[in-house]
């Protein structure tokens, strides 16, 4: 009978330590198992010790502090998992119009540079020629790689037609001053579209990745809030996450406009000032062909530059 009674009470011990009130409750059977034969009297006195041993272990077991709750994982990655067809589409959107915003940049900052240098030793070698006749060697040795070499290429070419072989078209007509200036001109004009290729592009998306993330972020603003609306308590936390994630749409498409509008402004600068020497250099070119001597320059020289013989001027 002692042993039943103390195994009892070790059970309400461990009940009262664990948190587990029924592991209290369950140890009145287990004493009435293991003495079946004992004194009645002590059966009943160790049963009620049970009990009143359960009785205190509940309110203990109550007041062990509960884990905190997990706070849902909030973020990029979550959001889109979570958008809809709609979000997810213009998240595509976004990501595409970066990745031809970088791949314009790259490849227009690489063209220009490359086109630059090509020009600067075109130039040199131009005017260190001794005639017009040398320049068009040199362009048909090396080519037309750059708008210098490619404007006096068709400069050189159309000032030696007309004078050869005279007005035998309607788009010849005039006199060969006049024939030369609208070569050079639809040259400068065709250069001018090459340097603008890709400007476009910039330009659209500088002006409508802004709007495009703004859209992103109502519709992900509408559904949250339907969400919130749908369940059963409003509390911050409820309204602040989804509202925090819709506005990441906003900010990627910042991201992807700024970047956009900065080269888009840079390049048309750059173009801007290319394209004032290369029309300089039309004029320097045109008083070669007609003349056969520069206009004045800065220190007030003029540089003589030998035409090809058999060549007239302006008629």
Request: hydrophobic share 50%; proline share 4%.
């Amino acid at each position: 009978m002692f042993n039943a009674i103390q195994n009892a009470i070790y059970m309400v011990a461990q009940a009262s330590t664990t948190g587990a009130p029924a592991a209290a409750g369950a140890a009145a059977p287990a004493a009435a198992q293991t003495a079946p034969a004992a004194n009645p009297g002590a059966v009943q006195q160790a049963a009620d010790a049970l009990s009143n041993a359960a009785t205190t272990a509940a309110p203990a077991a109550a007041a062990v502090p509960s884990a905190p709750p997990v706070a849902p994982d909030m973020g990029f990655m979550h959001f889109i998992a979570q958008s809809d067809f709609v979000g997810k589409t213009l998240f595509i959107i976004l990501i595409i119009m970066s990745l031809v915003t970088w791949y314009l940049i790259v490849v227009k900052a690489f063209s220009n540079m490359s086109m630059r240098k090509r020009a600067a030793g075109f130039l040199n070698k131009f005017w260190g020629s001794s005639s017009l006749e040398q320049v068009q060697n040199e362009i048909a040795t090396h080519g037309a790689r750059d708008p210098f070499s490619h404007l006096a290429s068709h400069a050189i070419h159309a000032q030696t037609h007309h004078a050869k072989y005279g007005a035998t078209k309607l788009e010849e007509a005039g006199s060969n001053g006049e024939f030369v200036t609208r070569t050079m001109r639809k040259v400068i004009d065709e250069e001018t579209a090459k340097l603008e290729n890709g400007l476009t592009v910039l330009a659209s998306v500088g002006s409508t990745a802004p709007f495009v993330g703004l859209f992103g972020t109502v519709w992900g603003v509408y559904h949250a809030l339907v969400g919130i609306g749908l369940s059963d308590g409003v509390t911050i936390n409820r309204i602040a996450g989804p509202v925090g994630e819709a506005l990441i749409m906003t900010g990627l498409g910042l991201a992807v406009a700024i970047p956009a509008v900065l080269a888009y402004n840079a390049f048309v600068r750059n173009n801007r000032v290319f394209l004032s020497r290369l029309d300089a250099f039309a004029h320097d070119l045109f008083a070669f062909l007609t003349t056969g001597q520069q206009v004045a320059v800065s220190d007030g020289k003029v540089r003589a530059l030998r035409r090809q013989p058999g060549t007239r001027g302006s008629e």
